[in-house]
């Protein structure tokens, strides 16, 4: 497909960016609302599609179709190009959205292919092909967290992805297995096999605290996993959240009484 040769650098640790160095009318696309910031020569435009070589061959059809299928993902219908149009290098940077790591993945490295969670997909070269991964069994399209649709990424390229907290690279040799929370699965190589298992027993199922399935991958190839899904961490704020009614609920009952009777409580 042969993507734009970008450079990048990653700055920061727990709340990353990426800056994107561009050669003169190299560009990079982005999920919208992804940029951070851009120097002066770098055009922004609202495509149709990913703006990749695939893309451009197909018809109209076919790119209303490949919109859709980006909104059953939960994507924005449109993707944002970003090209040096001047004549010196210019730089475009990428915010992660929530605490965690951003990745920069090598496509030409890793078969041409990556499956990635569906709100993983940060910025890639142009060129990369950003399209969704279907995978047909029930179990996986009912349970598996990210339900029958995963994201693909194709091309030769580079492209980054992001998830929360730590993110650990396993290496899976053939037929071994590795079981991981649904939602800690961030991305896989293309000949990596995902399905969904239940747990086993009424005691674990029910009081175990893990869910009542989790994601089995098997090898040969490799699985990138987060420590903090975006879902788990959203579920401690909504509990740790005031209720209604103006009562504080936070750490430490003594202080929240405290606070309760300076607000006439």
């Known amino acids: ?3 734009h040769e970008i450079d990048y650098t990653l700055y920061g640790d727990d709340m990353q960016f990426v800056e994107i160095e561009l050669d003169p009318n190299e560009s990079v696309i982005a999920e919208a609302g992804a940029m951070m910031m851009m120097s002066s020569g770098i055009d922004m435009d ?3 599609g990913d703006g990749s070589h695939k893309s451009n061959k197909s018809g109209f059809m076919n790119k209303l179709f490949g919109a859709g299928k980006r909104i059953l993902t939960g994507e924005s219908l449109f993707m944002t190009l970003f090209t040096n149009k001047a004549y010196g290098k210019q730089q475009v940077s990428f915010a992660s959205p929530y605490p965690g790591k951003i990745i920069p993945m090598d496509l030409s490295e890793l078969g ?3 499956i990635c969670q569906k709100d993983a997909f940060l910025c890639a070269a142009k060129g990369v092909s950003i399209g969704i991964d279907f995978r047909k069994k029930l179990g996986v399209g009912f349970f ?3 339900g029958f649709i995963l994201q693909k990424l194709e091309g030769d390229g580079l492209a980054f992805v992001h998830a929360g907290g730590t993110i650990i690279k396993k290496d899976l040799l053939p037929e071994e297995t590795l079981k991981i929370d649904t939602g800690c699965l961030v991305a896989m190589t293309k000949d990596v096999h995902y399905n969904i298992e239940f747990v086993g027993g009424i005691k674990s ?4 605290g893990e869910g009542l399935f989790f ?3 098997k090898g040969p190839g490799s699985v990138w996993v987060q420590s903090l899904p975006f879902s788990r961490l959203a579920d401690r704020i909504f509990a740790s959240a005031p209720k209604t009614g103006g009562k504080r609920t936070g750490e430490g009952s003594a202080l ?3 606070g309760d009777l300076f607000d006439g409580e």
Do not use: Q, R, Y
């Open 256 to 258: 929240g009484m405290l």
């Open 112 to 114: 041409g292919k990556l």
């Open 205 to 208: 199922a029910f009081f175990g």
């Open 144 to 146: 598996g967290g990210e």
């Open 1 to 3: 497909m042969n993507a």
């Open 215 to 217: 994601a089995t991958v």
């Open 46 to 48: 609202t495509i149709f």
